[in-house]
């Protein structure tokens, strides 16, 4: 049986809601495996708008079991809120339907404010643009071995003990920020009163998913924001602050690596950025605010306006071989249609030098233009295409030269943001 893991293979929004909806009908189980509620997936389901942070996607699926892995960091009071609202549009969700990994790192309400506090404090240049939900320092604590973590919540004497020691690093970080110190019994009050839901799903995650590995179960990995955001190998520093990469499913729930079997990179058929850092293709011109209209490119999860550019083909290639991608699933091709010529970026000049990578340096990143291949667009309407037949032969040769440029095949086409407006090529759970 395959396992499939999805990750964004640009800098996130691509389009993973629909496609992880749409693969999460033959899966068993549904499992995160890094980020936070900085993550927001949209799924429609027969016109039904379900608007998700931290939950997998599979919980609107009835009759799955949707994990939430040790490789997110997780708000407490925002999952229960989430819960609460997404069981108010009728979805059932109760232990046996959702995991929550016994070592995940809580976001407690102190990440927040740091991660708003430093973004308001950062000059022109420093600002990295977040979603001000305190991903990258509850990640900080993380690593720094003085997180919160989800079984910590179920012994008041652990619980005080971790908590102290968090404040200890926070309180100096706060003096030194000018925020008032934390108010140490409050907090602890809060994480009381949230213990109990929060531990009626906790579960050992690692156990459970190798357990239902050997069983014969599918499992489908289901990634947030996007690649290019990786805190390894994404633009950094403006990036996020977790592995973004579809190697980390493995790390991100306690499996193997032999457990993956698929990578599914879902592509959207341009380029997209919220937050600040280099976009070498962005359009500040018409086209880019064509792009960003037909697309309705603002973020779900702060509704700001998303910088638009053309297709980036080298950015890919990069994106495509650091997590090993099997297929794409190439998304928002009808956002394209109309346009009388369309560009594609296969490589970058930098200082009259043809290189066919992005370099690491940023002060090299900057020099970097792109070079573009022009391809002919199409006059004629792609939304809701559900076969090859149904597509002009200009956007045909589009996706095919995309296939080409990055050296990796299409397995799905998304034509809109209904599920059933799919084209299928190679099903990334067939044996
Ligand atoms: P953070 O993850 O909130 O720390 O934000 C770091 C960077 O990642 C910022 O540029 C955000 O705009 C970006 N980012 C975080 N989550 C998403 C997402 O789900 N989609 C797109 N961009 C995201």
């Given at each position: ?55 997998p996607s599979g919980v609107v699926r009835g009759g799955k079991l949707s994990v939430i892995g040790n490789g997110v960091v997780l708000d407490p009071w925002h999952l229960v809120s989430e819960i609460a609202k997404i069981r108010e ?96 019994d409050a907090l602890l009050a809060r994480l009381k009163e949230i213990a109990p839901e929060i531990l009626s799903y906790a579960a050992p995650v690692w156990k459970v998913l190798n357990e239902k590995r050997k069983a014969g179960k ?214």
């Amino acid at each position: 049986m395959a396992n499939v893991v999805v990750v964004g293979a640009q800098w996130g929004d691509e389009g993973k809601g629909k496609i992880v909806d749409w693969l999460s009908e033959r899966a068993d189980v549904i499992a995160r495996f890094q980020g936070g509620h900085n993550a927001g997936h949209t799924l429609v389901i027969d016109g039904k708008v379900y608007k998700l942070n931290a939950l997998p996607s599979g919980v609107v699926r009835g009759g799955k079991l949707s994990v939430i892995g040790n490789g997110v960091v997780l708000d407490p009071w925002h999952l229960v809120s989430e819960i609460a609202k997404i069981r108010e549009q009728g979805v059932e969700i109760t232990p046996e339907t959702l995991m929550i990994a016994e070592n995940t790192p809580l976001i407690l309400p102190i990440h927040g404010e740091l991660d708003r506090a430093r973004e308001d404090a950062a000059s022109k240049g420093t600002k990295i643009g977040t979603t001000g939900r305190g991903i990258g320092p509850a990640y900080e604590d993380k690593v720094g071995r003085r997180s919160v973590r989800v079984a910590d919540l179920a012994d008041d004497k652990t619980l005080e003990t971790r908590v102290d020691r968090a404040l200890e690093h926070h309180n100096a970080l706060r003096r030194g920020l000018g925020i008032d110190e934390v108010d140490r019994d409050a907090l602890l009050a809060r994480l009381k009163e949230i213990a109990p839901e929060i531990l009626s799903y906790a579960a050992p995650v690692w156990k459970v998913l190798n357990e239902k590995r050997k069983a014969g179960k599918r499992i489908l990995f289901e990634g947030a924001q996007g690649a290019l955001l990786d805190i390894d190998f994404g633009t950094y520093p403006f990036v996020t602050s977790s592995n973004v990469i579809a190697g980390q499913a493995a790390t991100g729930v306690g499996m193997g690596p032999g457990a993956i079997d698929f990578v599914l990179g879902i592509v959207k058929a341009y380029t997209t950025r919220v937050g600040e850092g280099p976009f070498p293709t962005e359009l500040l011109d018409d086209d880019g605010q064509r792009l960003g209209e037909r697309g309705h490119e603002f973020g779900t999860v702060t509704g700001r306006k998303r910088r638009c550019g053309w297709f980036d083909a080298a950015l890919l290639r990069q994106t495509c071989a650091t997590s090993g991608m099997n297929g794409i699933a190439l998304t928002k091709l009808d956002v394209l249609d109309g346009f009388e010529t369309l560009k594609i970026c296969v490589a970058y000049d930098l200082d009259g030098e043809r290189l066919d990578y992005l370099p690491t340096a940023a002060e090299l990143q900057a020099r970097c233009t792109p070079i573009y291949e022009e391809m002919p667009g199409w006059s004629e309407s792609t939304e809701g295409a559900r076969s090859w037949a149904e597509l002009p032969a200009n956007a045909i040769k589009y996706v095919r030269r995309v296939e080409e440029l990055i050296d990796c095949p299409v397995a799905l086409l998304s034509t809109s943001p209904e599920r059933e407006d799919t084209i299928l090529v190679t099903d990334p759970f067939a044996d």
